[in-house]
């Protein structure tokens, strides 16, 4: 049995299975045809965080594969009164075929996972956003830019960008970073994704300055300032990231045609500009709708491997 907690955990080879397997189920969707292949399932879905694609993608997808989702936010479960992790993953792991859960602490999750007797997926943590990276993948092959890809993330080093290092690294593009100082990626994600780029000769850079990071790019992608847990600091970020907005000025620096990424939600005029946004707006709406079928084949990827 396998869960879905980082890229980390999986080759090249599989990513590439499990997101050919979301195209070739969108396709069918396309055509009309439900296999059902997780007909009689349940999936146990624990929010701590909030979410409109994640629900929303996830609780569609197993409605379409035939099986069934519970949405469990942490004011619905004892989780959220204190209940151990341990207690809550043998309980719901007992009776749900599939697990996903959506939190703050990484460690969280792996706790969850170890105790589990059945697949649990990572929908955000605060170091990792997984599936969010086999929808961007997903959308790359899909619009042909996956091969020979530079992609250049500005903005907050976050569970985003580790989760690009980790796309980068297994798959073997070239991805450069750009954040303000003082919001730099994780040191030990970094020197793992790096241990996992000399394998399959990706290049992962990090730097403070955008325009060196953009500079002929063929994706240019970013995310919000201040992630879920961190509104607190809004304010004190938005001052700390002038310079970081991905606008047209910056998108010029990129190469001829280069597409533009975001994982959504956006804030316009912050991390992104208005007219960027809606300047590359079929491509991140086919990004959000891509975590649909992503995730379907994700799921039906983890009930053949159990
Ligand atoms: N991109 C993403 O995960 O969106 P939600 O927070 O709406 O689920
Ligand atoms: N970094 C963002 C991603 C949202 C999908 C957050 O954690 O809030």
Not at 207 to 219: L, R
Request: charged share 25%.
């Amino acid at each position: 049995m396998r869960h879905f907690l980082t890229l980390k955990d999986f080759t090249k080879e599989e990513i590439l299975e499990i997101v050919n397997l979301g195209i070739e189920i969108k396709k069918d969707l396309r055509a009309g045809i439900y296999k059902e292949e997780l007909k009689h399932q349940t999936l146990a879905m624990i929010f701590e965080k909030s979410s409109t694609r994640t629900r929303v993608s996830f609780e569609t997808g197993m409605f379409q594969l035939g099986g069934h989702a519970l949405f469990l936010s942490n004011r619905d479960i004892h989780l959220g009164r204190g209940e151990p992790i341990k207690d809550t993953a043998r309980v719901i792991s007992s009776m749900c075929d599939m697990v996903m859960i959506r939190t703050f602490e990484h460690s969280m999750i792996e706790e969850f996972a170890s105790y589990s007797k059945v697949p649990v997926i990572n929908g955000l943590t605060d170091s990792y956003h997984p599936v969010q990276l086999l929808a961007d993948y997903m959308t790359m092959l899909e619009y042909g830019i996956s091969e020979n890809a530079t992609v250049a993330y500005v903005g907050d080093g976050n569970n985003m960008t580790h989760s690009w290092m980790m796309l980068a690294a297994k798959i073997g593009f070239e991805l450069r970073i750009a954040t303000p100082k003082g919001y730099e990626v994780d040191g030990d994600i970094l020197a793992e994704a790096l241990k996992i780029a000399k394998g399959s000769g990706a290049k992962i850079s990090v730097m403070n300055d955008p325009k060196e990071a953009v500079q002929g790019a063929t994706i240019v992608t970013t995310d919000t300032w201040a992630s879920m847990g961190q509104e607190d600091e809004k304010y004190t970020r938005i001052k700390d990231f002038q310079g970081f907005m991905v606008d047209d000025l910056m998108m010029c620096l990129a190469a001829k045609n280069a597409k533009f990424l975001h994982c959504l939600p956006a804030y316009r005029e912050q991390e992104v500009s208005e007219s960027v946004l809606e300047g590359h707006a079929d491509i991140v709406f086919d990004e959000a709708q891509n975590r649909l079928h992503a995730q379907k084949g994700l799921m039906v990827w983890l009930n053949r491997h159990r």
